[in-house]
């Protein structure tokens, strides 16, 4: 298991345009390994629906949209 940070860089990636996350109700652990200080994605898709309000805040902290 890799943390999604070492993968880009492992794969020499380094910019995403669109990233979605369906990882069986652990898409918020995804979604904070992102740096958003090197990668700024305009679109992240996740399932949002069983976060917890401090992680629905934390989301919205980096400016995303949250969309059902």
């Known amino acids: 298991c890799i943390t999604l940070n070492t993968f880009f860089k492992k794969h020499n990636i380094?910019?995403?345009d669109a990233i979605?996350?369906?990882t069986?109700?652990?898409d918020y652990e995804i979604f904070k390994q992102l740096d958003f200080d090197k990668y700024r994605p305009k679109l992240i898709r996740l399932e949002h629906i069983n976060l917890s309000t401090k992680e629905k805040t934390e989301i919205e902290k980096k400016?995303?949209?949250l969309m059902h």
């Open 24 to 26: 069986e109700g652990h």
């Open 20 to 22: 979605s996350i369906d």
């Open 14 to 16: 380094d910019h995403v």
């Open 63 to 65: 400016s995303i949209l």
